[in-house]
Each structure stands twice: as structure tokens, then as C-alpha cells.
């Protein structure tokens, strides 16, 4: 095998591992953006924005799309496309296998970039890799803002957040408006 192939696998598997579940220079991947979250946080809508268990299924889905792509199909674990269903009884137990599922999608996905034949490394093949990896990383950064949205709610209240001053990089305060589902805040 060359080397341009073995340097272009080992690559794509560093890609996938930062994405998901190593220490990334950006902040958190898809695992530390969901490290402390229970099931009833797991959940909780925001808005109409989709939870951060619609979130990890979602990913869980498409990594197994590319799976199929790159090792033959086999249905996914569960019940829907895309935007799979949560289960019908939010359980810590059912948490915990989405998110075991969620991890096994993974390790497979990895196993077949691991061993994909050199002839299957094409620029079709390589751009599925690196994209589900980036979805992982975009998914990571929704996790974290539906965080951070829940628990500067509290109460869980749908009214928008007020304008609040903070410190810009140059050290000038800056006005942040925060606001839920696209509405502009009210007036000062």
C-alpha cells in the first residue's frame, strides 16, 4: 500500500476520533458535548429547537448512512430517519443505549475506514468521511448552545433573554442580544 493512501486513512481516522471522542484544539466534540447530561436534560425541548437526544440520534443516523456507504447496508437501530424518535419512556436506562449506540456506530464506522481497501479511498469516499466528522462537530456545538440555553432558562420559561453587556476581546463592552426561536428582542 503507499504511503499517500495510509497517510490519507490515518488522517481520516484522526479526523473522525477528534470529532467524536479526543481532545480537539476547537473545545468540545460530539462526546464531551454530551459528558453530564441525564436523560431528563437529554430531552428537555428548548423552544422548537431539537433535543439534545434528537441531537445524538441524528448523529448516530448519519454515521451509520456513511457506514452503509462504505461497508454495505444494515438498518439502523432504530425506528426513523434522520431525526429518529425518542423512545417512548424517557429512562436513564434508554439514555444510556442511545448513547452505547451511538458509541458502536462509531467504533464500526471507524473499523470500516480502518479497513477500506486502498481502491475504495476515493475523493467520494474520503469527502463522506470528513463530512460526517464535521457533522459530529457541528451537532457538538448545538449540543453545547441547547445547553447553555436550558440552563440559563431555569425555569424553562419561553420568553426571550434580556440584552445584557459584555466584555468584547478589545476590552470595549459590547451589547449581546439573546433570544429564542429567531425572535428579535423586545425594545429598550
Known amino acids: 500500500m503507499s504511503r499517500t493512501v495510509e497517510a490519507t486513512r490515518a488522517l481520516l ?14 473545545g468540545p ?10 436523560a431528563a436534560a437529554a430531552a428537555r425541548r428548548v423552544g422548537r429547537r431539537k433535543t439534545v437526544w434528537e441531537q445524538a440520534l441524528h448523529a448516530a443516523y448519519w454515521k451509520h448512512r456513511v457506514l452503509n456507504k462504505l ?12 431525526w429518529p424518535a425518542l423512545p ?22 471507524r473499523a470500516a475506514v480502518a479497513g477500506l481497501p486502498a481502491a475504495r479511498l476515493t475523493p467520494k469516499s474520503v469527502k463522506l468521511i470528513h463530512g460526517v466528522a ?3 462537530i457541528y451537532h457538538a456545538g448545538q449540543i453545547k448552545l441547547l445547553r447553555r440555553i436550558a440552563e440559563e432558562q431555569g425555569g424553562g420559561d ?5 440584552v445584557r453587556a459584555a466584555p468584547s476581546r478589545q476590552g470595549k463592552r459590547v451589547t449581546r442580544v ?8 423586545p425594545p429598550p
Not at 29 to 38: C, I
Not at 158 to 162: F, K, L, S
Open 13 to 26: 481516522l484522526g479526523v473522525l476520533d477528534h470529532a467524536y471522542d479526543r481532545a480537539s484544539w476547537h
Open 29 to 38: 466534540n460530539l462526546t464531551g458535548a454530551l459528558r453530564g447530561v441525564d
Open 71 to 82: 461497508a454495505g447496508r444494515t438498518p439502523f437501530a432504530r425506528e426513523g430517519s434522520n
Open 88 to 109: 417512548p419512556e424517557v429512562t436513564q436506562a434508554a439514555w444510556r443505549a442511545d448513547l452505547r449506540m451511538l458509541a458502536d456506530v462509531h467504533g464500526r464506522l
Open 134 to 136: 464535521f457533522h459530529d
Open 158 to 162: 419561553d420568553t426571550p433573554q434580556a
Open 178 to 185: 439573546r433570544s429564542r426561536g429567531g425572535r428579535p428582542p
